[in-house]
């Protein structure tokens, strides 16, 4: 039961570090184009 409950924690935690990836690198490209006009 441990293992299993580290491994869906190191899953969770890979997954949200994956979505914040690629949220942030549209989010930069965002900001870019609203800076310079």
């Known amino acids: 039961m441990r293992h299993r ?17 690629l949220t942030n690198l549209p989010w930069h490209n965002l900001q870019q184009a609203t800076l310079s006009p």
């Open 5 to 21: 409950r580290r491994a869906l924690l190191t899953a969770l935690i890979g997954v949200v570090m994956l979505v914040s990836l």
